[in-house]
């Protein structure tokens, strides 16, 4: 019996010890989450509010933004109305918006009440979630557009960023519904999209999460798009590619919030089991990612990414494709590291050793984790060390290779001799591993 647990057990150990740097790197960082109001009614919510009840407990900042599009149409059905929508846009009038306020009322309601429970054998069992709602969002009307008067339909205004991050700070849930207040005490019907990218964008919030029909931004062939920057969506947008009309308007959402200085912004199907989870915590994630800067996470290595680099380069050693290394090296040449990190975890690397008299560099210890190696990460990080060369004044850049040397010379490097080298690099050179040269003009 115990035999045949096994398989089971080491994947959840595998999995536990690959989700800590995840863990690590989330703790303390601010999460906006917004999904329309159709989630309650699925059997999803349940395991969804579980999973947020996780983050929590693990220190993620939550802010919530529910939306309650199907409360409202079902309230107003009764009373044989309906929203009224121009150019996208839904015209607010006095019963719509009475609507509106019931069903908002509700769905906070009972969002609360699933996060307030705590029954023993369940997910929930010992969480203690404090939820806090409030007016903490003013609006403005949408006004008179193009002759149509919108009546109670509006826009953010304003979030007070104080109160939220106060409630944050001292571990709350903040739930926000779509609904925001005038000075004036007016009422207004707003677009949870649009209260969640406001928010995030205030809050410079670490992940905004939209979660979404469907499985995120897709391609032409239906083809799921788990990575984009921001120039991606803007083109993906601007194309003849037709996205599904909710996915495009998150998508466009998101590249909103991302110039306003979001770091990631997050489409997941909300009709998958434990999509956030997966996305967040596996390498691959579930969904579609945002990106503001494709290089915002290549950055100087420091002291505290020796683990990783060792986690990622020993494989290589073993193969005698990369000279061994000790601790004790790397902390000593640790400034001559770049990383590339991704949600906490060092997924590439390279050093790079100048030799400014010769205006020649040496690239030494290029490396990128298995799952990464045919999305251009070791291009991405050969262009960067290439910059920085550049920067000192170098012309040339060279690599010493046992067993990748035609990668090199797929990336602009020629063969070369030992001679072509600086005199201080050829003393050290290992004649027994008999490393080709590879050497670049880059200036």
């Not at 999973?51 to 149409?73: C, F, T, W, Y």
């Not at 404090?130 to 109670?152: E, K, M």
């Not at 010769?358 to 050969?382: F, N």
Request: proline fraction near 3%; hydrophobic fraction near 40%; aromatic fraction near 6%.
């Amino acid at each position: 019996m115990k035999q045949s647990t096994l398989p089971d057990s080491k994947t959840f150990v595998r999995w536990f010890r690959d989700s800590a740097p995840y863990i690590n790197a989330f703790r303390g960082r601010t999460f906006v989450i917004a999904f329309g109001g159709e989630m309650l009614a699925d059997a999803q919510f349940s395991t969804l509010v579980h999973d947020l009840a996780l983050l929590n407990s693990l220190g993620v900042k939550l802010v919530l933004v529910h939306g309650s599009r199907p409360q409202i149409e079902a309230r107003l059905k009764k009373q044989n109305a309906r929203l009224h929508y121009v150019n996208g846009l839904r015209i607010t009038d006095d019963a719509a918006l009475l609507c509106v306020k019931e069903a908002a009322g509700c769905v906070r309601q009972d969002i609360e009440a699933q996060l307030s429970m705590g029954l023993t054998n369940s997910p929930m069992a010992g969480a203690c979630i404090r939820v806090v709602s409030g007016n903490f969002i003013t609006a403005q009307p949408l006004g008179v557009r193009d002759g149509i008067d919108y009546q109670h339909t509006g826009e953010v205004r304003r979030v007070d960023t104080a109160a939220l991050q106060s409630l944050l700070d001292a571990g709350a849930i903040a739930l926000l519904s779509p609904i925001g207040y005038s000075p004036t005490g007016e009422i207004f019907n707003l677009s949870a999209e649009d209260v969640a990218t406001r928010v995030a964008a205030r809050l410079k919030a670490d992940k905004l999460i939209y979660l979404v029909d469907g499985k995120g931004v897709t391609d032409n062939r239906h083809r799921l798009i788990r990575e984009l920057t921001l120039t991606d969506a803007e083109q993906l947008l601007q194309g003849k590619h037709k996205l599904n009309h909710a996915i495009q308007h998150c998508l466009q959402a998101a590249v909103h919030a991302c110039d306003q200085g979001v770091a990631r912004a997050h489409l997941i199907d909300r009709n998958i089991d434990g999509a956030l989870l997966l996305e967040l915590f596996t390498r691959d994630g579930s969904g579609s990612l945002l990106m503001a800067d494709p290089f915002e996470d290549t950055r100087q290595a420091t002291l505290e990414d020796i683990g990783g680099i060792i986690e990622l380069i020993e494989p290589l050693e073993a193969e005698d494709i990369l000279v061994r290394r000790s601790r004790e090296k790397l902390e000593m040449e640790i400034e001559h590291f770049t990383v590339v990190e991704r949600d906490g975890a060092v997924i590439a690397c390279a050093a790079l050793y100048p030799y400014i008299k010769e205006k020649i560099s040496e690239l030494a210890c290029l490396a990128v984790h298995p799952d990464y190696r045919t999305r251009g990460r070791g291009k991405s990080l050969l262009s960067y060390i290439e910059k920085q060369s550049r920067q000192l004044g170098i012309t040339r850049l060279f690599a010493l290779s046992t067993r990748t040397s035609h990668w090199f010379r797929e990336h602009g490097f020629k063969p070369s001799t030992l001679d072509k080298l600086p005199v201080k690099r050829r003393a050290l050179y290992n004649y027994q591993r008999k490393a080709k040269v590879c050497i670049k003009d880059i200036g």
